[in-house]
């Protein structure tokens, strides 16, 4: 386990309050791993500012029945493969398939994978969770 250090944080009363309600809500047992998720979560967003070797996932939905549509999209998988892990194919229902992406590589090639299927014709929703590779993060 890493060393622990331990700091004094001074907050306006109704701040704390309020941090107090919104942990209790994601049931945080304590503020010190609220606190560490923040931060944690604020490193990885810096990762992704500035270009690092990320990791996440992209999450499109679609109607499969539009065969162009498909194909288009497995064109696009194709053409980036160097970035994608792994792809989750789920059958939502008749009409809708779920597909998740893993994707790794550099912040600004995920980010142009991500935008490029979200922008075809055809795709109903489409998420990016931009996460990371942990290596920068403790
Ligand atoms: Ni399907």
């Excluded at 590589?105 to 979200?118: F, I, R």
Aim: hydrophobic share 35%.
């Amino acid at each position: 386990m890493a060393l622990l250090s331990r700091f004094g944080i001074s907050l306006p009363k109704d701040l704390l309050a309020d941090f107090d309600k919104l942990i209790a809500k994601k049931n945080y047992t304590n503020r010190s791993e609220a606190f560490r998720d923040l931060i944690r979560q604020e490193l990885v967003k810096k990762e992704w500012e500035e270009g690092e070797d990320v990791a996440g996932t992209i999450t499109i939905i679609y109607d499969h029945h539009q065969r162009e549509l498909v194909t288009k999209l497995m064109d696009i998988q194709h053409d980036h493969g160097k970035n994608i892990i792994s792809t989750q194919h789920i059958h939502i229902d008749h009409h809708n398939c779920m597909e998740i992406i893993a994707v790794r590589g550099s912040a600004k090639e995920t980010q142009k994978l991500a935008d490029t299927l979200k922008s075809v014709k055809g795709v109903k929703h489409s998420t990016l969770g931009m996460s990371s590779t942990g290596k920068h993060i403790r």
